[in-house]
């Protein structure tokens, strides 16, 4: 069974949802494309979706396909116009944009978070690494702050 639940991680970082996934389990990326939909639904910014659910499951679909990980940590986070998707993971293979035949069925996943994210990129760490993506909204404030 899937969990479609999304939980704040704070009562002061209204901007920050964080979802652990078990790694090895395909079905993982549609609770992380999910989580995603339900922080931009939360966020106003709905209009992102589309873009941020293929995003979130091309990485972890990396994830699950490429790593010996047991789980993979999904976080979105706000802060103004930019909206940042992240998958960590224990690999330390970093992602690598491919330009595969067009006869080929796999190899384009990161060249699709390249298409779709206003930028995206990596950061090694000492226990693996963590894949980001960006997207930027025009509205610059939270629907909570709008309304103050």
């Keep these: 069974m899937l969990k479609a639940a999304v939980r704040l991680t704070g009562a002061d970082a209204p901007g920050y949802y964080r979802e652990t996934l078990p790694c090895r389990r395909p079905e993982s990326a549609k609770s992380a494309r999910l989580l995603v939909a339900a922080a931009l639904e939360a966020w ?23 790593t010996r990980s047991r789980v993979v940590l999904v976080a979105i986070s706000r802060e103004g116009q930019t909206v940042r998707i992240r998958v960590a993971d224990k690999s330390r293979d970093v992602p690598v944009v491919r330009r595969p ?48």
């Design 101 to 148: 035949e067009d006869c080929c069925e796999q190899g384009r996943g990161i060249l699709m978070v390249d298409a779709l994210s206003t930028s995206w990129g990596y950061a090694k760490k000492p226990w693996g690494k963590v894949v980001w993506a960006e997207l930027q909204t025009t509205d610059a404030t939270f629907p909570e702050e709008q309304s103050a």
């Design 44 to 66: 106003g910014v709905g209009e992102l979706s589309c873009s941020g659910m293929q995003i979130v499951a091309e990485l972890v679909n990396n994830s699950v396909t490429h």
